[in-house]
């Protein structure tokens, strides 16, 4: 194998990164504005998009061991579905029901996605073998930083596009041209890799250290998908900021890119499970200040999501990094265990959508609309006090297992 190149892996990243995340924050607010469709609706179909991730998960992690020996044209053809995708979501208005349309297009985007990713992290595992007893923790910090990138700026992107008059038609477009440089960044990249040890998920799931990782990874990644998906929600109704949204996620995840480097050489010292809980612990004394906001206070807002977003680029960079290191020790050959992990991640974004968005629709809250003390209270509430409860469980969680990894010298 030629020595890898991290830059592919790190643009790679941020393309997955643009197409999962983000597509929470912007699809369910773009279609009640556009549309008017509802958001007990849409959050329904969030939710029925996971559960068929349930039985198309291990689907996609098994067609990923088959096409290994061409693994590149497999790619290929995903990542032209994902970007095809993401344009029929923002760019075309759709051509039957918007609810229809709106789950259509999340089929053939989440599908490609959860593909690309199995491969993406499978790849990774090999890689970082030749990168040095360190390896994983390298890698982690190229691909996880260039997630961060790409958070941040499909995050604000349809803010900086207004100009153009259709800022989420010009922002699909622009991931499809980012498709294409991944693509091209990541040739010579895709090496196929051994057949999967038989059991599949089995041989993952047999170990009690990866199944208390794929747990602490569920609680862990709960809070970002609460705040994420009221993020607009809050800075437009509870601030009163409209305009303010795209500045504050770029700030919120531009700290967590910027960190991300810095957590992984402090896990290099300390150990990755010190390391992260530390930051764990930062995050809930950060964001439970969230909760005595009100409007006008945008700028200590701003403030928290700074600090907030930094101690973000920890549960990014560390627990993947955790979890791959794992991988390579007990289940080498499982490549579909990155499925699990994908799973994990859009399973707690949907499980979000579908609690939240019913709730307040119950309580009358109306997304850029005049909202009743009751309403905004309970906004906040869900916003900033429930992250910081599963917050606490996952520390639980992670504080309690016993990981080789708190060896620094081990990552």
């Keep these: 194998m030629s020595h890898p190149r991290l830059s592919g892996y790190a643009v790679f990243a941020a393309m997955l990164a643009s197409a999962g995340l983000p597509i929470y924050i912007h699809a369910p607010k773009f279609f009640v504005d556009e549309y008017g469709v509802g958001l007990t609706a849409l959050a329904a179909v969030l939710f029925g ?10 689907a996609l992690g098994w067609l990923a061991q088959t096409t290994r020996k061409r693994r590149a044209l497999a790619i290929t053809i995903a990542t ?65 930083t260039g997630a961060l990138l ?33 693509l091209l960044l990541m040739q010579g990249e895709w090496h196929p890799t051994p057949p999967q040890a038989q059991g599949g998920f089995r041989s993952v799931l047999a170990d009690p ?48 890119a910027a960190s ?29 200040t969230v909760l005595t906001l009100g409007p006008g206070d945008t700028a200590l807002f701003a403030l928290i999501c700074l600090i907030s977003g930094a101690t973000l680029g920890a549960d990014l960079t560390l627990l993947p990094a955790i979890f791959a290191r794992r ?13 699990l992990w994908s799973f994990v991640s859009k399973f707690t974004l949907a499980f979000a959508a579908v609690t939240l968005l019913p709730a307040l629709d119950r309580v009358g809250f109306v997304a850029g609309g005049s909202n009743d003390p009751a309403a905004l209270s309970l906004l906040t509430l869900l916003y900033a006090l429930v992250p910081c409860v599963l917050k606490l469980a996952a520390i639980a969680l992670l504080a309690a297992t016993p990981l080789p990894e708190d060896n620094p010298r081990s990552l």
Aim: glycine residues 8%.
């Design 327 to 339: 991988m390579a020790r007990v289940a080498p050959e499982a490549g579909a265990a990155f499925g």
């Design 150 to 182: 790409g958070v941040c700026l499909a995050s604000v992107a349809p803010t900086i596009l207004l100009f153009t008059g259709a800022p989420f038609a010009a922002f699909a477009t622009g991931f499809a041209g980012l498709c294409l440089v991944a």
């Design 260 to 288: 991300a480097p810095l957590w992984s050489r402090l896990a290099q010292r300390f150990g990755a499970r010190r390391t992260l809980l530390a930051a764990m612990v930062a995050a809930i004394l950060s964001f439970s």
């Design 209 to 256: 250290i990866a199944r208390r990782l794929l747990l602490i990874a569920l609680v862990n990644a709960a809070p970002v998908a609460v705040s994420s998906t009221l993020f607009l929600f809050f800075v437009e109704s509870a601030l009163d900021a409209p305009g303010w949204e795209g500045p504050l996620l770029l700030l919120f995840f531009l700290a967590a």
């Design 49 to 58: 998009l996971r559960l068929f991730d349930v039985i198309q998960d291990p």
């Design 80 to 144: 032209v579905i994902l970007a095809l995708s993401m344009i029929g979501l923002f760019a075309i208005t759709p051509p039957i029901a918007p609810l229809w349309w709106f789950a259509l297009t999340l089929i053939g985007l989440f599908s490609s996605f959860s593909f690309l990713t199995i491969c993406f992290y499978a790849q990774g595992v090999h890689t970082a073998g030749s990168l040095g007893d360190k390896g994983h923790l390298r890698l982690a910090a190229w691909r996880e």
